[in-house]
């Protein structure tokens, strides 16, 4: 079996109006964290036009934790580099990043992702995507003010240091197309720069919305960058070289525009403590050769746990997966029998349902169906209700209804980010 790493200490579980952070460190510094998500979320927001403090539908989920094994461990075949990544899954969309005091950077990179994808869903082109992540991660979030743009001294180092690749393959290719772990640095510290170079004046700014608008209509993303610009690829290199050298143009904003929110910080069940980062794991997906072992390593942890709620979850949630699927129903049956109010029971459920292939299938849509509505009055903000529920009609006499339509378009509007 496969046994969670050891926490560094026991979980504790934050709350602000837009997130819930878990961290398996000191409660001071989660509650730092968790303050500096919140004033990251309302600069962004401000930035980019939208109602500052404004409630998410839906809070997203971030886990501390202590070191890259955690993010190994909770995502197999992470490489040794990896210090956090975004997640965006059927039964879960969350981020994990390892704690780092005084650097939040990995953080705040992989929440760019989230942002812009639940808010301004587009065809973003790859460059962009990873560049704009780039160039918020480095916001220095202080006591007095609030500073956007300060350059990645690595990103920097790069582009002083090495030959950088011809601008039209940063336009036009994704970070896993080069081979050379040199290259892909560069892609990134180049889709930095460039970003910088766009985001530092008002007027490139709005070359950069009509480039990102036309690669939306499918136009090629090389033309579409001259078009916007009036500059050829040779002439952008040009350009972008003679910035690097010159000084960076720094964004300032008083620190009193984002006043404290409340953070509330609790502890979290022994169960949850032991099978925390196993039920990530669960979401993400398991490697087809460590599966069995997954299977057995939650059993193992669920068994000192037999009547926690989320411990027979996480449980059934293997056994689904990785184990003995009948088992899996009979212990979600059982739990939502015990605990009916509990969504995230009813959901997995519910799928089990919906993806069975015993028994007769129209009954079994029935009582899927019967179970997401339970699910929709306890949590109407809930993407994953609307995304079951538009499945089980598939393939249904007159599917797609406007009520189909509407269901699909209410699960996008939740998580648009889901492919």
Known sequence: ??????????WLRAETPTFIVYSDGDARVLREYAQKLETFDRLLRAIHGLPVGEAPERKLPIYLVGDQRDIQFTRPGSGA???????????DIFAIAVRSRGDDGVLLHEYVHHFMLQNFSAAYPAWLVEGYAEYYMNTDIGPSSVVVGRPNSNRAGWLTAESWLPIAD????????????????????????????????PDRQRQLWAYIEAVGRGDDPLEAMEEATGKSASELQRMLREYFR?????????????????????????????????SRRLVIGTPDDQREATAEGVRRAAAAHPDDPFARLTLAHAELHFGDADRGVALLE????????????????????????????SSLTQEA???????????????????????????????????????????????PQLP
């Open 170 to 201: 940063v336009l036009t290719r994704l970070p896993s197309d080069f081979d050379r772990t040199e290259d892909v640095i560069l892609y990134y510290s180049q889709s930095w720069l460039l970003t910088h170079y766009f985001m530092s004046d």
């Open 246 to 278: 010159g000084s960076v143009r720094l964004t300032r904003y008083a620190a009193s525009l984002f006043p404290p929110v409340d953070v509330t910080v609790s502890g979290v069940s022994r169960a949850e403590n032991d099978l925390m980062l196993l």
């Open 81 to 91: 580099s990896v210090q956090g990544f975004y997640s965006v899954r059927d039964e």
């Open 1 to 10: 079996g496969i046994a969670a790493p050891a926490a560094a200490g026991d």
């Open 334 to 361: 059982a739990l939502v029998a015990d605990e009916p109010e509990y969504v995230d029971a009813l959901l997995y459920l519910a799928q089990a349902k919906l993806e069975s292939e015993d028994g007769d299938y």
């Open 369 to 415: 169906r019967a179970l997401l509505s339970r699910a929709y009055a306890l949590d109407p903000g809930n993407y994953r209700t609307y995304l079951l529920l538009a499945r089980s009609r598939l393939g249904s006499p007159g599917y797609p209804n406007e009520n189909d339509l509407a269901t699909w378009q209410l699960a996008y509007t939740l998580a």
